[in-house]
């Protein structure tokens, strides 16, 4: 790990690039406290949200994760899904700093689908050291296996139609749809925080054996800007004000929340010798190896 090792994060940064990190600060003979902490600045551009949802003036910076929460990651319940949520957002939480002019943010409000790509940057800082590369095997069309780096370099993301994209706004930050049937709507991809509340509400009525509307939970956090407020009372208050929608208000929400998907695909982009394959994305050793080392032979005397 890379802890207290500053000319360590500019090294790995200027060979794998983390995107188009910021390395001006780095250059500096005299580096400011953000730097000897192993903060570093991410270009918003880069996610696959290209930061278009966060406020203009945002700045978002990672560092490597710590001892104590690559500890608390060992932990996790691989066979539990909200475990998993739980212990992915907690990285999250300690390892980004968000902020909007002098304004901090919370980790709550970046996107939920930035999170994976924020997630890899982070464990490129904590094991720069290439035998800790995550690597997948590949396979070209004349059927020859190849190693390919667990890398962001690699990500395909879902791009947002120019049908819905022209109404894109830039001072809400969000889609300001014009509709026959439901009026205008501002929608826009869900943050973490968001989901933390849609999962915690699903996680409750389940404890209280209750159900819940599987087609109402799947648009709502297209249609909740700000996770502040949002809580299960006014989910529910949503789901019941859900039930006198028409048919057809439901029906066009629910096909532009289809269109609003932006996330890294399942699948990684790789030039292999001109041509270009398709290697699914997965994580070898399982979603722990993120932060926990899953081959010892590279410890082991």
């Known amino acids: 790990m890379v802890e207290g090792k500053e000319q360590d994060i500019i090294n790995e940064v200027k060979k794998n690039g983390l995107g188009k990190a910021s390395m001006a600060r780095f250059q500096n003979e005299t580096l400011d406290s953000d730097i000897h902490l192993g903060w570093i600045n991410l270009n918003l551009e880069d996610l696959p949200s290209e930061g278009k949802f966060y406020p203009s003036d945002a700045v978002l910076q990672i560092r490597s994760a710590q001892v104590a929460e690559i500890r608390a990651f060992s932990t996790m319940d691989e066979s539990n899904l909200l475990n998993i949520e739980s212990s992915l957002n907690a990285i999250i939480k ?125 648009i709502i956090p297209y249609l909740v800007q700000d996770w502040r407020g949002f809580n299960s009372k006014s989910i529910f208050n949503s789901e019941v004000e859900f039930q006198g929608w028409s048919e057809r208000k439901y029906m066009v929400i629910y ?43 590279s410890e082991l005397l």
């Open 255 to 297: 096909r532009i929340a289809e269109k609003l998907k932006i996330g890294v695909k399942s699948e990684l982009k790789v030039d292999r010798q001109g041509e270009e394959v398709l290697v699914p994305l997965n994580f070898p050793g399982g979603i722990k190896s993120l932060f926990i080392i899953s081959d010892l032979s």
């Open 94 to 218: 300690g390892c980004t700093r968000f902020k909007s002019g002098t304004k901090m943010l919370s980790y709550k409000d970046i996107l939920e689908e930035d999170r994976i790509f924020l997630l890899l940057s982070i464990r490129d800082l904590t094991f720069p050291e290439a035998e800790n590369k995550l690597m997948l095997k590949g396979q070209d069309s004349n059927g020859e296996s190849f190693d390919v780096e667990l890398s962001t370099k690699y990500f395909d993301t879902e791009r947002v139609p120019e049908e819905i994209e022209q109404y894109y706004d830039a001072e809400t930050r969000a889609y300001v749809i014009q509709t026959k049937s439901a009026g205008e709507i501002t929608m826009a991809p869900p943050t973490i925080g968001v989901m933390e509340e849609i999962t915690k509400f699903m996680q409750t009525r389940q404890q209280e054996r209750k159900s819940w509307d599987q087609s109402f939970i799947q």
